[in-house]
């Protein structure tokens, strides 16, 4: 077969690998399973959207009772796993820790290699369940704290809430961390999902596929966005700063975190009513100043690139202003990513061919070995 260097498609952009019924990304556009995302986000709780997402429809009453019962019942983690990530260095990056926290979830899962889409739907249960347990007690013991165990009494959100401060916020609060786990809930084939779906395509396990993700979520084109854009308004310090601060990013030739978009090229669908659940924060907190740099910032991106906010860039000061600090930025990505992950998982599984795509060869043409007096005695035919 002849593969031409003009064959190649870097990054695969625009490469169609496969289809999928979950989520359709267009240029200026987001459905799952149907539904617009900014009216999920503004009518449905996230429970409502996970269990949309792994079923094909909204829950009704009797079936999303059910299903949070169920999520409710599965969050607790073992004793062992507690006292392994009790165990992590301090200094260790927040989603290596949660790597290998689900890696051991992994491995204390009788049905781990148990394929079946029963299972597969228990084993997403379970780690939509215990994820943010994990993710809490990481940052709580990071801080010399205690981790505090699930609640059953609370909702998703609180419960996780609860379980990183010890108390419950505002509805306001709650509100703004649900509209921003729906809209991360679930994205195509972005590059974490694909990882999970190729973990997936060659029969592994769902742990598996999900450890893979995280390792893919982590880096900072993709996951860790919305950590590397908090960073950069740390960095700005003032709006008078901003501009300055981006002309010299630029002329340097950096990426700036929270902008540009490899489908969204008319503008990320999910960023206005991410940027609402930004202005509700600061007015409940009464602190603008994210708000006021990243004005300053978007209007000179906007006109030294002609380039728009993604998602990170709302998400990163919004989820800073309701008490998170940095660290935690890439965990609450994987906690609400979950549901989509999952998903994509057994859709891959239900419609398997193993994901193996072919290279363009750029090395040596080929060469003879020469200069070898030795060789085994095998007899080749
Ligand atoms: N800041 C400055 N320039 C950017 C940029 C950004 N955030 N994103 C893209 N560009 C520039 C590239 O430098 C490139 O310029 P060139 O053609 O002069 O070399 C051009 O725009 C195309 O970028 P490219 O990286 O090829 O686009 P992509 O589709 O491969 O990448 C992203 C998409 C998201 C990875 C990229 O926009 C990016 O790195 N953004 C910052 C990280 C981020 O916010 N990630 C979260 C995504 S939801």
């Given amino acids: 077969m002849l593969i031409m260097s003009s064959d190649v498609r870097k990054g695969l952009e625009g490469v169609v690998v496969d289809e999928t019924a979950i989520a359709k990304t267009d240029i200026h556009s987001l459905t799952y399973r149907g539904y617009p995302v900014q009216e999920l986000a503004q009518h449905c709780s996230f429970e409502e959207v996970a269990y949309l997402i792994w079923n094909g429809d909204l829950p009704t009453t009797e079936q999303l009772e059910e299903f949070t019962q169920e999520e409710i019942e599965q969050r607790e983690i073992s004793e062992q796993l507690i006292s392994v990530i ?35 739907r228990n084993k997403a249960v379970r780690l939509l369940a215990q994820i943010p347990t994990i993710a809490a007690a990481d940052y709580r013991y990071r801080q010399g704290l205690e981790r505090i165990p699930p609640s059953a009494e609370l909702s998703f959100s609180a419960n996780f809430f609860n379980m990183c401060f010890g108390q419950i916020p505002s509805q306001e609060v709650l509100d703004c961390f649900e509209v921003a786990f729906i809209l991360y809930a679930e994205h195509g084939f972005n590059s974490s999902t694909f990882t999970a779906r190729i973990v997936a395509s060659t029969l592994s396990d769902m742990y598996s596929a999900v450890t893979a993700a995280i390792g893919s979520l982590k880096g900072s084109l993709h996951g860790g966005a919305n950590a590397g854009v908090m ?23 950096r990426k700036i975190m929270g902008f540009g978009h490899r489908v969204y090229k008319r503008g990320d669908p999910r960023v206005p009513i991410m940027h609402a659940a930004h202005n509700e924060m600061a007015r409940s907190s009464g602190d603008h100043q994210w708000l006021d740099i990243q004005e300053i910032v978007t209007r000179t991106m906007w ?14 000061p919004t989820y800073y202003l309701m008490g998170f600090d940095i660290a935690i930025f890439g965990p609450l990505f994987v906690m609400s990513r979950m549901v989509g992950l999952t998903a994509h998982f057994t859709e891959q599984m239900a419609f398997n061919r193993m994901i193996r795509p072919i290279s363009s060869y750029v090395g040596p043409t080929q060469r003879a070995l020469t200069d070898r007096t030795k060789s085994r005695a095998l007899n080749v035919l």
């Fill in 86 to 120: 009790r165990s992590f260095p301090h200094t260790a990056h927040p989603m290596d820790t949660l790597r290998t926290a689900v890696s051991h979830l992994g491995m204390e899962a009788l049905d781990v290699m148990d394929n079946s889409p029963t299972a597969n």
């Fill in 231 to 253: 960073r950069m308004l740390l960095e700005i310090g003032k709006p008078e700063l901003a501009q300055s601060w981006v002309d010299s990013a630029l002329a340097a030739k």
């Fill in 303 to 316: 006109e030294r690139r002609r380039m728009y906010p993604n998602i990170d860039y709302e998400a990163g």
